[in-house]
């Protein structure tokens, strides 16, 4: 859910969900809007990166707003009063498996930052969070038959939203697929670094022409579905089967595969006899 620092990833060919939030933030947020950011860190081809780095690389310069990671007990309540005066205030989070520490650092978490989250969300402040995903699919391969899952940024949310008494959709936003904002920050998005990316074909590209390929049903496929893309279910690779459909009869997956490396074979299959009919047109032509 966080950036991917250059290497094969990088701005200018993948979208995440913490570029997402930096989204939400450049275009919601007005200047001087006051932003706590409860964050974890990612690793990619021997980086490091966090959502606060990636809010601030796409942050115009100077930092338009006052960006923390942490907050002492005055300003926490300082920031409190100013949400509850109707100033904007926003909680942004961003903590993927791991509990939030200061900018993804090594510090360990406190109870802290999110008694101040949650006194911030009491009095009027916004909820930006970064994906819904219950829970981070994890194996030992010890333990081959146990689902030893971590729990991802959803039941966070929930818990920030229970223990502020926040029941407002309009303070309480989420950018990654299958939240409410996913179409805008993350669909949308993304459409538009492909059209990028393919150059002058790319103004043709539409939602009905992309596949949203994913192995969780109440995000990956929920949002392609929502966004109006084709949608292909991974079936073995993460938190659901096949069977776990029956519990989202409104979910219609295009198609399924066992795994992202099916699922090439078969593409690979399609590309070499769209190329055999290729050079049988040309032969008879």
């Given at each position: 859910a966080l950036g991917?620092?250059?290497?094969v990833g990088g701005p200018h060919r993948v979208w995440?969900?913490?570029?997402?939030?930096?989204a939400f933030l450049t275009k919601r947020a007005p200047p001087s809007a006051r932003v706590l950011v409860l964050d974890s860190i990612?690793?990619?081809?021997?980086q490091i990166d966090s959502c606060l780095r990636v809010i601030r690389r796409s942050a115009q310069s100077p930092e338009p707003w006052d960006l923390r990671i942490t907050l002492d007990d005055e300003e926490a309540k300082a920031w409190a009063a100013n949400a509850s005066a109707g100033a904007p205030v926003y909680v942004v989070w961003c903590a993927d498996g791991d509990p939030p520490t200061p900018d993804g650092g090594p510090l360990e978490t406190s109870i802290g930052p999110t008694r101040h989250a949650v006194w911030l969300l009491a009095n009027g402040a916004t909820l930006v969070g970064s994906a819904p995903d219950d829970y981070i699919a994890f194996r030992d391969p010890r333990y081959s038959s146990l689902r030893l899952w971590l729990p991802g940024p959803g039941p966070w949310l929930a818990f920030l939203r229970q223990a502020s008494g926040l029941y407002e959709e309009?303070?309480?936003?989420?950018?990654g697929k299958g939240g409410n904002d996913a179409n805008e920050f993350m669909f949308a998005e993304a459409l538009q670094l492909l059209r990028r990316q393919s150059g002058s074909t790319g103004a043709?590209?539409?939602?009905?022409?992309?596949?949203?390929?994913?192995?969780?049903l109440s995000t990956d496929i929920a949002g392609g579905q929502a966004f109006g893309a084709k949608t292909i279910f991974l079936t073995e690779t993460g938190f659901n089967r096949l069977q776990d459909l029956e519990r989202f009869p409104e979910l219609r997956p295009t198609c399924h595969s066992p795994s992202i490396h099916d699922l090439a074979q078969v593409w690979q299959q399609v590309r070499h006899q769209k190329t055999q009919r290729s050079k049988e047109v040309t032969l008879w032509s």
């Open positions: 991917l620092p250059g290497g995440t969900a913490a570029n997402g939030l930096a990612s690793r990619f081809d021997g309009e303070r309480d936003r989420v950018v043709e590209l539409k939602p009905t022409n992309l596949a949203m390929v994913g192995d969780t």
